[in-house]
């Protein structure tokens, strides 16, 4: 069973389309993540979440919404996408207390 | 300035030697540090971890805090092909958010 998993692993869309990537862990932590990783391999964090609470959202567009319906799934929805937008967004989780991150496989998304 | 700073290289070294990877980061107080190695099209996967000054070794991997200079690295002996990947940097801060480097891109040459 894959631990933390995302859904689709490749969306190619146009501009200005609406997206939703999905994240499920069923590792019962309780802290997820959205992480952006761009062209040049930063790794960026988008969102936290600690017990469907947002803790972080570091100066993400308001484009960028995520949701959170119970402490198993962090969901990300993104409105009138941008070229910008193209990356690799990774979810993951960690159990509070705990310093390892596990990571998704990550979901290519590309914006033409 | 960024939370954690690496050089983005790419590095590359023969196959046998030392590769050695350097990392600086902005929060003094930070507490715990961790390289992650990436394969291409891949996610992250934690390779060291290390919360105390000195030197953590672990198999061919050497992790070395300095916490007065801020600096972490990684050094990987008898360098293989497999070790070919990027490497990231990541720095538990005060706020315990996780901030990754930029990543090292390392390629051993056979």
């Known amino acids: 069973d894959t631990a933390v998993s995302q859904t689709p692993k490749y969306l190619v869309t146009q501009m200005g389309n609406d997206k939703s990537i999905k994240c499920e862990q069923n590792l019962g932590h309780d802290t997820m993540y959205w992480y952006k990783q761009d062209s040049k391999k930063f790794l960026k964090i988008m969102f936290s979440y600690n017990n469907k609470e947002l803790i972080i959202n570091e100066t993400v567009p308001n484009r960028f919404s995520p949701k959170s319906p119970d402490k198993a799934h962090l969901n990300l929805h993104i409105n009138s996408l941008e070229l910008g937008d193209s990356a690799v967004y990774f979810c993951a989780s960690r159990q509070q207390g705990a310093n390892t991150i596990y990571f998704g496989e990550g979901s290519w998304l590309t914006v033409v | ?110």
Not at chain 2, 30 to 59: A, C, H, T, V
Not at chain 2, 84 to 109: E, K
């Open chain 2, 1 to 110: 300035q960024k939370e954690v700073e690496q050089n983005s290289g790419p590095l590359s070294v023969p196959e046998g030697a030392i590769a050695s990877l350097n990392c600086t980061y902005s929060d003094r107080g930070s507490q715990s540090f961790f390289w992650y190695r990436q394969y291409s099209g891949k996610s992250p996967e934690l390779i060291m971890s290390i919360y105390s000054n000195g030197d953590k070794e672990d198999g061919r991997f050497t992790a070395q805090l300095n916490k007065a200079s801020q600096y972490v690295s990684l050094l990987i002996r008898d360098s293989q092909p497999s070790d070919s990947a990027t490497y990231l940097c990541a720095v538990q801060n005060t706020g315990n958010q996780f901030y990754f480097g930029t990543g090292t891109s390392l390629t051993v040459i056979p």
